[in-house]
């Protein structure tokens, strides 16, 4: 509740309205009562009513109404009230209004007062309301800035927008950038597409197998008994040369649709299978032809070069003996060098065995829309069947570790590579040599090797405990079958092979210089790995073709230095040809593998040379005496590298996918293969 207070300006203005309302308030009228203390009036002589059908003269005056009595009933309360009014008491007279106007509900004056009360209350609340807003809104005003407003107020500070703009404004803000629907997950059952079109009942009915034996019949004669025996209906221009031939039938259970093919092919007719009826036109014209625009789906889509647009399309126009050609140049820059061919496999499929009269591919919706004869047709649909399968896909794991001589000797030792003595056998479950390149016992300095799980886990544990290896880097990535992939992680520099000189004649001398051409040659340190996957037909066997590499210490050295020298041979400038110098560890094979299995390479040697100073503090320094003090120590450390690459096929929900090998059956014969998800590497 608001504490209201009159104001001063006010104050006179009250003070009449009070003495107004007390005058009369206090004397009110009462009905049949005169006030007391009063004596009773004389009651007017009344004459008797004039009878209704006698009207009253025009000249005589109507009645005055009776004067008003007042009484002084309850004129202490109306007082105080009105003084608490006066003194803008609003809640305490409202209160002592109320409680006057539940004593006396029947008193007017008391209904009267209670409701100006209330009234004013009202009116001086929402003044009281209206004038702290002016006041506080006075204080934010711009035209009413303090002196901290003054000094930190911006400059392109313009006045306050309309209500209608910042309404709009607070409406945008509400609204949400992103939708609802962002980053919600909702699993939907996948959509399954029929490549085969829908066969109709004449369709049908020519798959029915049935038996023939006729001697010398003409075609008009076997082509409608056949349709009156099995019920087909037959539609043909009688007038065709092919049905006067003449054949002899004799066959047993053949299906009807092979018969048909037959006449086609030698008596020169088409037969077009309709839902109902099939008509048998001349083949010669192909006009007569019936085709059908049919739209098939693809599940798995194509497989499309990664390239992107022409950054420049160069158009050459030749007009010769009235006759322009129009030729384009693009420049397309693949971004993954995969080698997937320009045209997918499956368009050239339909280029040269679909023989319909036309045909569309769209990428993007994974759509063919084809337009033939339902014979053309079922052989598009066979291709599409074949090609529209899903990929194979090989997971590639590398690793690059350096390990001592001390534990690549050992390595050798476990696995046993290498030895041809007699005393010793291999274990090619385990361990498969492909290349013995020394008969020496013991391991040889360059090989390659193929490990199952367990030995590749073994190795690795060795390594590990060692303490003698490092690990320069493991990379992994997925390849599709028969497209290369490859994999690097290192730095990269750039250097100039072409250089053209530039120079430039002054007044006493001429300057030249060396200024590069052409675009600069990449050279990248650190490991890469390019791999090519080809998967067997049985699925078991993978053939990998491997290029590991290893640059390190790359860098610039001068190859060469350009001086420019004046008159007098003081060299005014100088230019550093540099070319790149690094060393490289690289190995280029190829294997088999079976899915799951590890192809380890190494016995690269690589040197380590250090050298070590040690003296004794500021007597090592002196000079003559101090290399008495000093000891120079020379270390000679080899390190070998070893790459291990395991391939392991994937299923499309990227389970690991291992073959296992077929089981021989006690009648000679072997079950299948089963393939099993393969523990994770």
């Not at 390190?552 to 001086?563: G, M, Y």
Request: with cysteine; charged share 25%; net charge neutral.
């Amino acid at each position: 509740m608001w504490s209201l207070r009159s104001r001063a300006w006010a104050g006179a203005a009250g003070g009449l309205l009070v003495a107004l309302l007390a005058l009369t308030a206090c004397q009110r009228y009462e009905e049949g009562k005169p006030p007391p203390g009063a004596k009773p009036a004389k009651s007017p002589a009344r004459t008797p009513p004039a009878a209704a059908s006698t009207p009253a003269p025009e000249s005589v005056p109507a009645e005055p109404p009776p004067k008003p009595t007042y009484s002084a009933f309850h004129d202490e309360e109306i007082k105080a009230i009105l003084k608490l009014a006066d003194a803008g008491r609003w809640e305490e007279a409202e209160a002592q209004a109320r409680a006057l106007e539940a004593k006396d509900p029947q008193d007017s004056a008391a209904k009267r007062l209670l409701g100006w009360v209330q009234k004013q209350r009202e009116i001086q609340r929402n003044r009281a309301l209206e004038d702290r807003i002016r006041e506080i809104d006075a204080k934010q005003s711009v035209f009413n800035p303090t002196v901290k407003d003054l000094l930190t107020e911006s400059k392109d500070r313009g006045l306050p927008p309309r209500k209608d703009v910042r309404d709009l404004v607070d409406q945008i803000e509400a609204t949400p950038y992103i939708p609802p629907s962002y980053g919600r997950t909702n699993r939907v059952e996948g959509m399954l597409f029929d490549l085969e079109s829908q066969q109709g009942a004449m369709a049908k009915l020519l798959q029915k197998p049935i038996s023939l034996h006729l001697d010398n019949t003409t075609l008009n004669d076997i082509i409608f008994t056949i349709g009156q025996t099995e019920g087909i209906n037959f539609v043909a221009d009688k007038s065709l040369p092919a049905f006067q031939q003449k054949l002899t039938i004799h066959m047993e259970r053949v299906k009807l649709w092979e018969l048909l093919r037959y006449i086609a092919r030698n008596l020169d007719v088409q037969f077009q299978v309709g839902d109902d009826l099939v008509w048998i036109v001349d083949g010669k014209d192909p006009k007569r032809a019936l085709e059908e625009t049919r739209v098939y789906k693809l599940r798995k889509g194509f497989l499309l070069p990664a390239r992107f647009g022409p950054d420049e399309v160069v158009q050459t126009r030749v007009i010769q003996n009235n006759v322009q050609t129009i030729t384009e140049a693009q420049k397309l820059n693949a971004f993954v060098n995969d080698l997937a061919p320009q045209t997918i496999a499956l368009e050239r499929a339909i280029t040269n065995f679909f023989g319909g009269s036309k045909y569309m591919l769209d990428y993007e919706r994974n759509l063919i829309v084809a337009r033939g004869t339902p014979e053309q047709l079922e052989v598009l649909e066979t291709l599409i069947k074949e090609f529209d399968r899903d990929l194979q896909q090989v997971l590639i794991e590398a690793r690059f570790v350096t390990v001592s001589a001390a534990a690549f000797l050992r390595l050798g030792v476990a696995w046993e590579t290498g030895r041809t003595g007699p005393t010793t056998e291999q274990d090619t479950s385990t361990a498969t040599a492909l290349g013995v390149l020394n008969p020496a016992f013991g391991i040889a300095e360059t090989f390659t090797n193929i490990l199952d799980r367990p030995t590749l886990t073994a190795t690795l544990s060795l390594l590990d405990q060692s303490g003698e290896s490092q690990t320069l880097s493991a990379p992994r990535l997925t390849v599709i079958n028969n497209l290369p992939a490859t994999i690097s992680d290192g730095r990269t520099q750039y250097y100039y092979e072409e250089y053209q000189v530039k120079q430039q004649i002054l007044e006493r001398r001429s300057s030249s210089a060396l200024v590069p051409s052409g675009k600069p040659t990449k050279i990248q340190s650190g490991a890469s790995l390019d791999v090519l996957a080809s998967v067997g037909g049985d699925g078991r066997t993978i053939f990998l073709a491997l290029r590991p590499r290893v640059n390190s210490e790359v860098k610039l050295v001068p190859f060469a230095t350009i001086t420019d020298t004046d008159d007098a041979g003081n060299v005014v400038s100088t230019f550093d040809i540099k070319l790149p110098e690094y060393r490289t560890q690289e190995l280029a094979t190829r294997v088999a593998v079976r899915s799951g299995e590890t192809v380890v390479m190494g016995g690269v040697l690589e040197r380590l040379q250090t050298t070590y100073v040690e003296s004794v503090p500021i007597l090592g320094n002196l000079p003559v005496i101090g290399a008495a003090f000093r000891r120079r120590t020379e270390v000679d450390r080899p390190r070998y590298l070893l790459v291990f690459v395991t391939a392991t096929l994937l299923t499309e929900k990227g389970e690991y996918l291992i073959y296992d090998e077929p089981v021989t059956t006690p009648g000679g014969g072997k079950t299948p293969p089963s393939a099993a998800p393969s523990p994770a590497p």
